[in-house]
């Protein structure tokens, strides 16, 4: 499977990265210290095009591949983790799931906002009990004569609880299946419905600019109509968005790493001791060589999942690519900080460096959209290990 970009993929690339370094650059270090999301640059990417990357054009999409997409979110993690995460979680997590699984009528009534970048939506999976183990989940949905009644709550969901946050696509329990397990089904709940709310914002330790709450469900009702694909369906629905977010992740991955790998090349090339560029010696020129294979190894991981998402390679064969490119480009990308902030050594740990907040921000990358471990269970179910 060939995964070299196109020369439209490189001209796209060159386009977001002349946005990232002209438009959130000049900005992000003040917006992280303030925990500002920043609206208006929202807007702007929507502006651009981006969050309708992969929508058709009759949703005011651009009718793209999802290679484009990945190109966008690297390009944005580059320059700031917080804004590459919220496009990557707006169309994974918020547009996907209801271009993949709703009706014409449902993407006729929400889509066009989120591809435009007018609002945003979340993806409301986790709970403080339960992520990936659907049976201990205890969100409940009951269905009410033509209303579904949910009652629970959901952690960490990123875009839930902005200014511009129109909707929140829920897992819940709806019943028991024959064989006594939890019923899992997805409802779509507005930002406006009465008895949901989105609390405060968490105190991160990165994604500073990221909009992340934990949500409130009590008797929040909603149309039956609301209902997102089959009834019982859900998880097996949330399942399949997650394959396509662990690419999406591990294209943020390879920004990460991108960013550290430019920063540390400027920085020992006008850095001096001892009357010579640091990057003279062997001890960090050594280092910065080992981010620049992590950089293309990881991109190449990346951008072969990928190619296998837009020529429809699916099956084992696609979550076993999925789940090998999360997994070696954040596991990198946490040890590419770690070696950036090194390569600058004390300026490293000041937050006027951007090495800086991205070892802040890498952390994260190993645990969201499926832990290391367990990537790593799935690698080895794909193998053929008989893991639990």
Request: with cysteine; charged share 20%.
């Amino acid at each position: 499977m060939s995964f070299q970009l196109s020369d439209e993929h490189e001209t796209f690339r060159r386009s977001v990265r002349e946005f990232a370094e002209g438009e959130i650059s000049p900005h992000v270090a003040q917006w992280d210290r303030d925990h500002h999301f920043p609206v208006d640059l929202i807007h702007q990417m929507g502006d651009l095009g981006l969050f309708g990357l992969t929508a058709p054009e009759e949703l005011g999409g651009a009718g793209g591949d999802f290679t484009s997409l990945c190109v966008a979110i690297e390009e944005l993690g580059r320059v700031d983790q917080s804004i590459g995460i919220t496009l990557e979680a707006a169309v994974g997590l918020g547009i996907n799931p209801i271009l993949t699984f709703g009706t014409t009528e449902q993407k006729e009534r929400w889509l066009p906002d989120l591809v435009a970048g007018r609002s945003l939506a979340g993806f409301g999976l986790t709970e403080s009990g339960s992520g990936s183990d659907a049976s201990a989940m205890r969100t409940k949905a009951e269905l009410d004569g033509d209303e579904w009644v949910v009652n629970g709550s959901k952690e960490f969901i990123t875009n839930s609880g902005s200014e511009i946050t129109s909707l929140i696509t829920v897992a819940a329990r709806t019943g028991q299946t024959e064989r006594g397990r939890p019923e899992i089904s997805a409802i779509v709940v507005p930002a406006n419905t009465p008895g949901f709310a989105a609390e405060p914002p968490y105190d991160k330790l990165g994604w500073h600019i990221s909009d992340t709450h934990p949500l409130t469900f009590d008797d929040a009702r909603v149309p039956a109509d609301h209902l997102l694909g089959e009834r019982g369906r859900g998880y097996a629905q949330f399942l399949a968005t997650l394959d396509d977010g662990r690419v999406a992740i591990a294209a943020l991955a390879v920004g990460l790493i991108q960013g550290c790998l430019d920063a540390c090349v400027r920085y020992a090339g006008e850095r001096t001791t001892f009357g010579v560029p640091i990057g003279a010696k062997q001890g960090v020129a050594f280092q910065i060589a080992d981010l620049a294979v992590k950089a293309q190894a990881g991109r190449a991981l990346t951008y072969q999942a990928a190619a296998m998402k837009d020529a429809g390679v699916g099956g084992k064969a696609f979550k076993q690519a999925a789940s090998i490119a999360k997994l070696y480009t954040s596991e990198a990308a946490v040890d590419a900080t770690r070696i950036a902030t090194q390569v600058f050594g004390g300026y490293g740990f000041m937050e006027e460096y951007p090495v800086a907040r991205f070892y802040r921000d890498a952390k994260i990358l190993e645990i969201g959209e499926g832990t290391s471990e367990v990537q790593r269970i799935l690698i080895a179910r794909g193998l053929g290990l008989p893991v639990e």
